[in-house]
Nanobody, 120 residues
Framework: QLQLVESGGGLVQAGGSLRLSCAAS????????MGWYHQAPGKQRELVAT???????NYADSVKGRFTISRDNAKNTVYLQMNSLKPEDTAVYYC??????????????WGQGTQVTVSS
């Protein structure tokens, strides 16, 4: 069974740092773009950052210069280093990956989410 497992969330004071990890496991043929999204209470899920297999990155304006996305293709893992955290970064963070399970089958997969809370 293919799954994405996240870790690294928690409670941190404003200005602090956290590092999220997301590992994909199961019947994986190839992984294209991986990314992180967040969803605050009462709001829609929003893009935080994405990274292609080749390493090209894209960030939401609100996190540019503070967050860094990276990945280890050998481990099927994506990371999100979050620095200079602000209370408005508080949300559930979800990992996303576009995964090929064979030459013909592909789909988007989501992790279960990890809570990040930034206190002021």
């Amino acid at each position: 069974q293919l799954q994405l497992v996240e870790s690294g969330g928690g409670l941190v004071q404003a200005g602090g740092s956290l590092r999220l990890s997301c590992a994909a496991s199961g019947s994986i043929f190839n992984i294209n773009t991986m990314g992180w999204y967040h969803q605050a209470p009462g709001k829609q899920r929003e893009l935080v950052a994405t990274i292609t297999r080749a390493g090209s990155t894209n960030y939401a304006d609100s996190v540019k210069g503070r967050f860094t996305i990276s990945r280890d293709n050998a481990k099927n893992t994506v990371y999100l280093q979050m620095n200079s955290l602000k209370p408005e970064d508080t949300a559930v963070y979800y990992c996303n990956a576009h995964i090929w399970t064979s030459w013909f089958a592909q789909s988007d997969y989501w992790g279960q989410g990890t809570q990040v809370t930034v206190s002021s």
